[in-house]
């Protein structure tokens, strides 16, 4: 594994073990490219197939919604199939063991995402979610929890039994019908945070006072675009935190200290077993 890294990454991993050996309180953001190696494509990639016409950002608004539902709804019962049987990879999996790991060293690690996958709970992290989750619903107009896929298991579950049914449905249009609320009769639409809407108030107090908090800020797999998230790590920094970022391509956060330009599948693995052994 070691392999993969080049020797300046690897001593700038080490260095970043010892770094966080030392401290008690770690924040860790992960956005979409903590997925990506797990075969989830990330927002700046292009979309592919019958929605390469459309950009996400474009679809994952109320303004989209309101304009054409079924669109927007067909959009993501695609993309919870294209979901569906994605698993965990090394990063994922690094970042519970570490979590798992830290309640017994006295450390703290907070995990916080933006993704709205459930990789993280899949490897069995304890996480915060600032966006909303893919595998739920609820109404558009009075907010009632629909009682539908609650993860990506009963998804599957859904999928293969409708399948055997139904020989002729292909993998794009399954079951793209709108759904209507019981309560109020509104549209169901996914229980995600679109562009121009507010985060869920508990979910952002936990991410704001971890960040507030931490003795080390870590940004994992992020572009830094998305406000409020991209936030987070400015307050770390402003209460004296160190901060520091996992991706292979440059982002616009200036105010970070160690920089690991890598995949997190790659460095995190690596940055646990180092920080596991230090802690023995
Ligand atoms: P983003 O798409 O804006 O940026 C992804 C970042 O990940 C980029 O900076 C890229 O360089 C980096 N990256 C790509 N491959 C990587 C790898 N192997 N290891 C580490 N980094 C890698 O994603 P974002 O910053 O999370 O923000 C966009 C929004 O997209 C979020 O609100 C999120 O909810 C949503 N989103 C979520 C998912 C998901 O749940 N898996 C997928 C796509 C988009
Ligand atoms: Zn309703």
């Known amino acids: 594994m070691l392999a993969e890294l080049s020797s300046e990454l690897i001593v700038e991993v080490q260095r970043t073990a010892k770094l966080l050996v030392a401290k008690q309180r770690i924040c860790v953001l992960t956005g979409a490219g903590v997925s990506a190696e797990s075969g989830i494509p990330t927002f700046r990639d292009k979309q592919t197939g019958l929605w ?27 993309g919870r199939q294209l979901v569906s049987d994605k698993t965990p990879n090394p990063a994922h999996h690094a970042l519970a063991q570490w979590q798992q790991h830290a309640g017994l060293k006295n450390q703290q690690l907070t995990i916080v995402t933006q993704n709205v996958d459930d990789l993280h709970e899949q490897a069995d992290s304890t996480v915060t979610h600032l966006h909303g989750h893919l595998w739920r619903n609820r109404c558009s107009q009075c907010d009632m929890p629909h009682n539908g896929v609650s993860n990506s ?65 870590i ?47 790659v460095v995190m693995p690596q940055l646990f077993s180092q920080i596991s052994v230090l802690l023995s």
């Open 219 to 265: 940004s994992i797999g992020t572009s830094s675009l998305v406000y409020p998230a991209a936030g987070l790590a400015q307050i770390a920094k402003q209460n004296g935190a160190k901060i520091i970022e996992i991706n292979p391509n440059p982002t616009p956060n200036t105010v970070v200290d160690i920089t690991l330009v890598a995949n997190a599948g």
């Open 153 to 217: 298991k009963s998804f599957n579950r859904v999928t293969s039994n409708r399948n055997s049914s139904d020989n002729s449905s292909t993998a794009h249009n399954y079951n793209e019908k709108l759904l209507n609320c019981t309560d109020c009769g509104g549209y169901i639409r996914p229980d995600i945070v679109w562009f121009g809407e507010s985060l869920p108030s508990e979910a952002w107090q936990t991410a704001e006072n971890a960040a507030a908090n931490c003795e080390v800020f």
């Open 52 to 78: 390469s016409q459309y950009r996400a950002e474009d679809l994952a608004t109320c303004t989209a919604f309101a304009r054409d539902p079924q669109l927007v709804w067909s959009w993501y019962q695609w």
